[in-house]
């Protein structure tokens, strides 16, 4: 049943009321910025309830927000949490961009490819460099340029658009 208890409204996945006593429950991060965590059932390996700050949602808006949304399992969560597309378990990211679902063996080429090296080029001065991050997301040490892929020539963006 839903509730508030504290400064979180509490809402229970369905069908997972009751079933997790004796249970070793975590409070996982969802997303801070919008006030959104979940309990996590580490025995079940399954969130069981939805939790929503009440300085930022009512009972209502959190409501429909578990109505519209379908969590894609390519978000990565602020807790460091990512839900499997194969058996729909949260599992720690880290591990899972490294081994896979722990608990299904699942392995994802996007996922995979989050921990590439790429090779981005400035679009004013031609420096290059290596790097894990999106080009799109560093300046040139150099000119303090945009970065692009070295693989994808063009003129890039203007300075009006970064």
């Known amino acids: 049943m839903p509730s508030i208890k504290g400064d979180w409204i509490h809402i229970p996945v369905k069908g997972e009321e009751g079933k997790h006593k004796n249970h070793e429950i975590r409070t996982i991060k969802i997303s801070e910025k919008k006030g959104i965590r979940a309990l996590y059932c580490l025995d079940c390996k399954k969130i069981i309830t939805w939790l929503f700050h009440k300085d930022k949602w009512t009972m209502e808006k959190a409501k429909k927000w578990l109505d519209e949304h379908n969590i894609p399992y390519e978000e990565m969560f602020e807790g ?20 896979g679902c722990l608990h299904c063996g699942f392995l994802s080429v996007k996922y995979i490819s989050l921990s590439q090296k790429f090779c981005c080029e400035c679009i004013n ?3 290059k460099m290596e790097t894990d991050k999106h080009c799109i997301d560093l300046r040139c040490l150099r000119c ?19």
């Open 144 to 162: 303090g340029g945009e970065m692009r892929r070295c693989e994808r020539p063009g003129s890039g963006r203007s300075e009006n658009d970064l």
């Open 80 to 99: 460091g949490f990512v839900r499997c597309p194969n058996c729909s378990s949260y599992v720690d990211s880290n591990e899972f961009l490294k081994k």
């Open 125 to 127: 001065c031609g420096f």
